[in-house]
């Protein structure tokens, strides 16, 4: 009769051992887990950087990145977020640096609070083009985060910033290009107005800003081209010089007129310069003018261009 008890105590005294036992493997594992997870947080440097803590939050990720070699500048290429209440603004930015730490330097000397607005410096990596780089412009507005656009860097940033009016420019996009010699088309510049959250163009301020381009055009539009003397290659290479200098004046005119709504001027223009143009500098400066919206932000203008909320991958 009392095999079964002592059995039974056997029994548990066994189970308990067992457990006790799974406590320990457990414990252990978890333990080796935690240092390997110590030692690789050790030997891998971090992907992500605060570059603002407030008003307005952002921060950078890596994407990708092509380290700097002897006496050459690395390229690195991040993920910049700036925190909205309602969704977040995603931009991307590759910036030339000796090392990763000077890139993250960069990038955060690049992110300016001036209230009310927040300015994010990117660089899109396209060479030389002059849109290639801008400043994304944010407003803190009733303590909403609102995007008002980006403007062109041409080396003044965001010191040409004054109150609540801003200066960008106007460059061709690829379609114009096409349509046009890359000398023909202009860049002009664009004043630029906040009104409630909204950039506005200001007509009558752009249209004086950019008045020493129109009276240089001007003046070489008084004199066309004639025509070629002789035959001698110098004389020919000198007409041609000429006609695509007055072609370029009459393309920067032209442009400008459009885009600030100066319809008077730009029709005199057109049937002034007509009889001195070829039927394909006609077509081609037509096209071109189609092509351009009049007192639009270049922003508003060209969506895909300037889209923040892009899809992004990595690269391995």
């Known amino acids: 009769m009392t095999t079964a008890p002592t059995f039974v105590s056997r029994t548990r005294g066994l189970r308990s051992l067992l457990r006790s036992a799974a406590v320990l493997v457990a414990g252990g594992v ?36 092509d380290p700097a070699a002897p006496q050459l500048s690395g390229l690195y290429v991040f993920t ?6 309602a969704s977040d603004q995603l931009m991307t930015t590759a910036i030339r640096a000796s090392s990763l730490d000077e890139a993250v330097k960069i990038a955060r000397a690049g992110t300016v609070w001036r209230s009310p607005y927040l300015f994010v410096h990117l660089d899109r990596g396209v060479g030389n083009r002059p849109d290639g780089r801008r400043e994304a412009v944010f407003e803190l507005l009733q303590g909403k985060l609102l995007p008002l656009g980006q403007l062109i860097d041409l080396g003044e940033g965001i010191n040409d910033y004054r109150g609540r009016h801003f200066v960008d420019y106007w460059v061709p996009d690829s ?38 381009s129109w009276q240089a055009n001007a003046q070489v539009i008084a004199h ?20 695509l200098s007055y072609f370029q004046a009459v393309v920067k005119n ?14 005199e223009l057109l049937s002034l310069t007509a009889p001195h143009l070829n039927a394909e500098q006609r077509q081609d400066l037509k096209d071109a003018l189609a092509m351009l919206a009049p007192l639009t932000p270049p922003s508003e203008a060209r969506p895909a261009l300037y889209a923040l909320n892009v899809a992004l991958k990595s690269t391995p």
């Open 30 to 65: 978890a333990c080796a887990l935690s240092v390997n997870a110590s030692a690789a947080a050790e030997g891998t440097a971090p992907q992500s950087w605060s570059l603002r803590a407030g008003p307005i939050k952002a921060e950078a990720r890596l994407l990708h990145e």
């Open 224 to 243: 066309p081209p004639g025509e070629a003397a002789g035959d001698a290659q110098d004389s020919a290479d000198s007409d041609f010089a000429t006609r």
């Open 175 to 212: 379609a114009q290009q096409q349509s046009l010699c890359r000398e023909c088309a202009p860049a002009m510049r664009i004043q630029l107005v906040d009104r409630d959250g909204h950039l506005e163009v200001q007509r009558s301020v752009t249209w004086s800003a950019n008045q020493d």
């Open 80 to 85: 910049i977020t700036v925190h909205g209440d």
């Open 254 to 267: 032209a442009m400008l007129a459009k885009y600030c709504g100066k319809t008077a001027d730009l029709l």
